[in-house]
């Protein structure tokens, strides 16, 4: 069967610190994957996804990024986080029905 | 206009009543629709995915779906504390979904 991994699952970060999160998927290959960002209260916002290796597309301009270098690893990423970055984020995965991670909540400082 | 929309409540029922979630969408080319429930602090679980129009049932969940009134419902029979959360409405476009910002339910016991 299918799993999803995302780490960590918290973090707490200073302002305009680096960041990576990582996400990997198990049981199936070429999957579609997915970047939300769930601030405190509002809806989820999708950030980026994959179709595959390299194709990144963006949805909201912003000082983040992705990057997929495997099949089934969909990293985000920032240089200098901001305090506005701070939120519940998602990794998903998924054709034609998604099925999330477990979520990193993030708390710039 | 939001692509998805949902009261945000809270609602709030007694232990072993029906409860009903409401969402509306506003692209006609809207494909799939999923509920999902999300707790606290948690990530996103589907519960159900409805494709055409009518009624689908699940257990104690049942979904409706009518695409000429561009509306999406969800009924929990026989409510239970544990369905306490919140409840996102999402629809799909290709490789897109959108999520509505959420329901809070509470079950009163």
């Known amino acids: 069967s299918q799993t999803i991994h995302q780490w960590p699952a918290t973090l707490v970060q200073p302002v305009g610190s680096p960041l990576s999160l990582e996400c990997t998927v198990e049981g199936t290959s070429n999957p579609n994957l997915y970047w939300y960002r769930q601030a405190a209260g509002r809806g989820l916002q999708l950030l980026f996804y994959?179709?595959?290796?390299?194709?990144i597309s963006s949805e909201v301009p912003q000082n983040l990024s992705a990057s997929r270098p495997q099949d089934r690893q969909f990293i985000l990423s920032s240089k200098k986080l901001l305090l506005s970055d701070s939120g519940f984020y998602l990794c998903?995965?998924?054709?034609?029905?998604?099925?999330f991670g477990q979520g990193t909540r993030l708390t710039v400082v | 206009q939001k692509e998805v929309e949902q009261n945000s409540g809270p609602l709030s029922v007694p232990e072993g009543a029906i409860a009903s979630l409401n969402c509306t969408y506003s692209d006609r080319g809207s494909q799939s629709f999923f509920w999902y429930r999300q707790y606290s602090g948690k990530s996103p679980e589907l519960i159900m995915s409805i494709y055409s129009n009518g009624d689908k049932e699940d257990g104690r969940f049942t979904a409706q779906l009518n695409k000429a009134s561009q509306y999406v419902s969800l009924l929990i029979r026989d409510s239970q504390p544990s369905d306490s959360a919140t409840y996102l409405c999402a629809v799909a476009r290709g490789n897109q979904f959108y999520f509505g910002t959420g329901t809070s339910l509470t079950v009163i016991p």
């Open positions: 998903a995965w998924g054709t034609g029905v998604l099925f």
């Open positions: 994959s179709v595959g290796i390299g194709q």
